[in-house]
T-cell receptor
Framework: GQNIDQPTEMTATEGAIVQINCTYQTSGFNGLFWYQQHAGEAPTFLSYNVLDGLEEKGRFSSFLSRSKGYSYLLLKELQMKDSASYLCAVRGSTPLVFGKGTRLSVIA | EAGVAQSPRYKIIEKRQSVAFWCNPISGHATLYWYQQILGQGPKLLIQFQNNGVVDDSQLPKDRFSAERLKGVDSTLKIQPAKLEDSAVYLC?????????????FGPGTRLTVT
């Protein structure tokens, strides 16, 4: 089976940096995704990692360590609009499995 | 490029009633997914189609849920009869193909409330 863990809630200050962690256990590994989901809206794609290391895309970066079953999403220069849920999803030998999401609140 | 379309956006029904949801994926996307997202949780895959064939329906409660994708384009998801625990947002997503990396594009979802 597959198990994905991420913190339920986080709070950070506007302009700061926040790191959202995700640990996973899967049978097989074919990539890890991060999605952003604003309240009442559909998830939107943020990043994809299949090899170890850091992928940077603007203010957002995602890191993967396959040997540790660990990933993180790094958000820099936080803005109020970054308040949302961040979903870690893993594709193992089965279709994509999502974690429960981390609700991030950005405060002034 | 038009996104994934879903209807209705909201639906309220009583338990034991039936309901159907419709999804139109992005043009040219061969793979279509239906997810159930209960409040406070991540989306859970119900069924995945590749064109009009089922790839995975292992988490679909087949005694009450059914889905079809005629002609490999639009899809409908039906619940008959509904239970209280079916209250959730039903998300449709599509991707160009299935495989290691094909980004899934999600529709706005249908929020179902069963009373």
């Amino acid at each position: 089976g597959q198990n994905i863990d991420q913190p339920t809630e986080m709070t950070a200050t506007e302009g700061a940096i926040v790191q959202i962690n995700c640990t996973y256990q899967t049978s097989g590994f074919n990539g890890l995704f991060w999605y952003q989901q604003h309240a009442g809206e559909a998830p939107t794609f943020l990043s994809y990692n299949v090899l170890d290391g850091l992928e940077e895309k603007g203010r957002f970066s995602s890191f993967l360590s396959r040997s540790k079953g660990y990933s993180y999403l790094l958000l820099k220069e936080l803005q109020m609009k970054d308040s949302a849920s961040y979903l870690c999803a893993v594709r193992g030998s089965t279709p994509l499995v999502f974690g429960k999401g981390t609700r991030l609140s950005v405060i002034a | 490029e038009a996104g994934v379309a879903q209807s209705p956006r909201y639906k309220i029904i009583e338990k034991r009633q039936s309901v159907a949801f419709w999804c139109n994926p992005i043009s040219g996307h061969a793979t279509l997914y239906w997810y159930q997202q209960i409040l406070g949780q991540g989306p859970k895959l119900l069924i995945q189609f590749q064109n009009n064939g089922v790839v995975d329906d292992s988490q679909l409660p087949k005694d009450r849920f059914s889905a079809e994708r005629l002609k490999g384009v639009d899809s409908t998801l039906k619940i008959q009869p509904a239970k209280l625990e079916d209250s959730a947002v039903y998300l449709c997503a599509s991707s160009l193909l299935q495989g290691r990396f094909y980004e899934q594009y999600f529709g706005p979802g249908t929020r179902l409330t069963v009373t």
